[in-house]
């Protein structure tokens, strides 16, 4: 672990607002990844993106969005769009997704989202 | 698409005991394989990993994990749990091609005195 930042720590937000969650890596990692944890589901990928200004869907992208203007940062959208907010939201990065079978992936301390 | 299946959602043991969580997975070609732990309150940390070689993997914090790949399995081992080994434990796969982990969805371990 170490060199990946996520803020705040806890959230609340109101139904139908859009909320950015932040991520930040000094650890000079091309990949970088975002799951949302739920209780009994394990971590399940929402976007991930393997280099700057690229960036693909993971298995439940609905009502997320993602941008990489910059290879530090891999910011995530929950917009209104997404049914069930309330989660716990981790952050993560590897060297790059090709090698990563080979390169730990690393995770941030998580976000955990109310959405009231 | 390939899955990971954690038999186990919560495991309660006493200390010393010794523990085994399964893990299997549906790929069939070649993979590498992770055991992530969640210790209460931080970061998800890489437990032990497996590429290729000597199918018993040693680890950190005297955690073990044996690749069987007839049964796609890399089950996690450790002889005598401590309290502190209270955690979530994940099992991650990953095939050869350029794709992301695909996690289980992980086993809470519950040691007590």
């Known amino acids: 672990d170490g060199g990946i930042t996520q803020s705040p720590k806890y959230l609340f937000r109101k139904e139908g607002q859009n909320v950015t969650l932040s991520c930040e890596q000094n650890l000079n990692h091309d990949a970088m990844y975002w799951y949302r944890q739920d209780p009994g589901q394990g971590l399940r990928l929402i976007y991930y993106?393997?280099?700057?200004?690229?960036?693909q869907k993971g298995d439940i992208a609905e009502g997320y969005s993602v941008s990489r203007e910059k290879k530090e940062s891999f910011p995530l959208t929950v917009t209104s769009a997404q049914k069930n907010p309330t989660a716990f939201y981790l952050c993560?990065?590897?060297?790059?997704?090709?090698?990563?079978?080979?390169?730990?992936?690393?995770f941030g301390p998580g976000t955990r989202l109310t959405v009231l | 698409a390939q899955s990971v299946s954690q038999h186990n959602h919560h495991v309660i043991l006493s200390e010393a005991a010794s523990l085994e969580l399964g893990c299997n997975y549906s790929y069939g070609g070649t993979v590498n394989l992770f055991w992530y732990v969640q210790y209460p309150g931080q970061h998800l940390q890489l437990l032990l990993k497996y590429f290729s070689g000597d199918p018993l993997v040693k680890g950190i914090k005297g955690f073990e994990a044996e690749f069987i790949k007839s049964k796609f399995s890399f089950n996690l081992r450790k002889p005598s749990v401590q309290w502190s080994d209270t955690a979530e434990y994940f099992c991650?796969?990953?095939?050869?091609?350029?794709?992301?982990?695909?996690f289980g969805k992980g086993t809470r371990l519950s040691v007590i005195a």
């Open positions: 991650a796969v990953i095939n050869s091609g350029n794709t992301p982990l695909v």
């Open positions: 993106s393997q280099i700057v200004n690229d960036f």
């Open positions: 993560a990065s590897s060297k790059n997704v090709r090698s990563q079978g080979t390169d730990t992936q690393y």
